[in-house]
Nanobody, 124 residues
Framework: QVQLVESGGGLVQAGGSLRLSCATS????????MGWFRQAPGKDRTFVAS????????YYADSVKGRFTISRDNAKNTVDLQMNSLKPEGTAVYYC?????????????????WGQGTQVTVSS
């Protein structure tokens, strides 16, 4: 199995920055894609960014492109999400996920493993 633990969430003012980290353990070799999703109260879980464990190909939602950066350190088994220029609409619980994917990277149902989530609150 694969276990994921997020950290780094908190309260930040609009325009500020946060760096989220996802620590992975277990059979990480059985996955090839790491993703970040977010879910606001009363709304569906939405794709934020993803990265391939090998090759490092990245993909971003249009809403965060140019402001967020996803990165990975395979030696440390960590995946980070650097969030700059945060907006109030970015307030949500952020989840780290892992799975085996080929073409589709934005569908949460395609990710098998999930962390518990970390709260990010962006104030006006």
């Amino acid at each position: 199995q694969v276990q994921l633990v997020e950290s780094g969430g908190g309260l930040v003012q609009a325009g500020g920055s946060l760096r989220l980290s996802c620590a992975t353990s277990g059979r990480t070799f059985s996955t090839n894609t790491m993703g970040w999703f977010r879910q606001a109260p009363g709304k569906d879980r939405t794709f934020v960014a993803s990265i391939k464990r090998f090759g490092g190909n990245t993909y971003y939602a249009d809403s965060v492109k140019g402001r967020f950066t996803i990165s990975r350190d395979n030696a440390k088994n960590t995946v980070d999400l650097q969030m700059n220029s945060l907006k109030p609409e970015g307030t949500a619980v952020y989840y780290c996920a892992a799975g085996i994917l080929t073409m589709v990277v934005t569908d949460p149902s395609q990710y098998k493993y999930w962390g518990q989530g970390t709260q990010v609150t962006v104030s006006s």
